[in-house]
Antibody, heavy 121, light 107 residues
């Protein structure tokens, strides 16, 4: 049974870098697309981006200049870094496994439970 | 980016009523549309994919239809456990985008 678990600081100061890790159990990090999605409190969902094990990545243009997603195969984990955060980045962050969709993009087939990150001094 | 416009933003229905949510894409997305259910404090759960295909194990009272730019999601006879927020999501192109959500209350 595949499980994804987010971890990282729940509080980040403005202008600093938000760093989260998603630990994957029950499946290898090899293959698949490894995604981050966020949801500000009381608001909708926003796809942040993915890293594909083969080495490619794609990010939402709205965040592209500030985002890096990477994979650590030795730990079966993948990570999110979001730089220069502001209060507008306060959100629940979800990690999700993806697979190739019929359209050629990605569909999510497993989600983590989510972790709240608050940006505040 | 493909914009997904979902309506209504909230609704209240009685047990047994028919509930319909609509989602409009800003451009043709074929049938590359998912519908998710999200309960408070939980990750979204996909109910419908390819606009009209039911995920295994999802009750048959849930259904989806549409193609191109106009889609709808129906709960034929809502049950108390169907409360939550429902989202459409396109996967025709990157960036993947979601509708704004519809909060469903069951009276």
């Amino acid at each position: 049974q595949v499980q994804l678990q987010e971890s990282g600081p729940g509080l980040v100061k403005p202008s600093e870098t938000l760093s989260l890790t998603c630990t994957v159990s029950g499946a290898s990090i090899s293959g698949h697309y490894w995604n981050w999605i966020r949801q500000p409190p009381g608001k909708g969902l926003e796809w942040i981006g993915y890293f594909y094990y083969g080495g490619s990545s794609d990010y939402n243009p709205s965040l592209k200049s500030r985002v890096t997603i990477s994979v650590d195969t030795s730990k079966n984990q993948f990570s999110l870094k979001l730089t220069s955060v502001t209060a507008a980045d306060t959100a629940v962050f979800y990690c999700a496994r993806g697979r190739t969709a019929p359209s050629g993009t990605v569909e999510f087939d497993q989600w983590g439970q989510g972790t709240l990150v608050t940006v505040s001094s | 980016d493909i914009q997904m416009t979902q309506s209504p933003s909230s609704l209240s229905a009685s047990v047994g009523d028919r509930v319909t949510i609509t989602c409009q894409a800003s451009q043709d997305i074929s049938n590359y549309l998912n519908w998710y259910q999200q309960k408070p404090g939980k990750a979204p759960k996909r109910l419908i994919y390819d606009a009209s295909k039911l995920e295994p194990g999802v009750p048959s009272r849930f259904s989806g239809s549409g193609s191109g730019t106009d889609f709808s999601f129906t709960i034929s006879s809502p049950q108390p456990e169907d409360i939550g927020t429902y989202y459409c999501q396109q996967y025709d192109d990157f960036p993947l985008t979601f509708g704004g959500g519809t909060k469903v209350e069951i009276k």
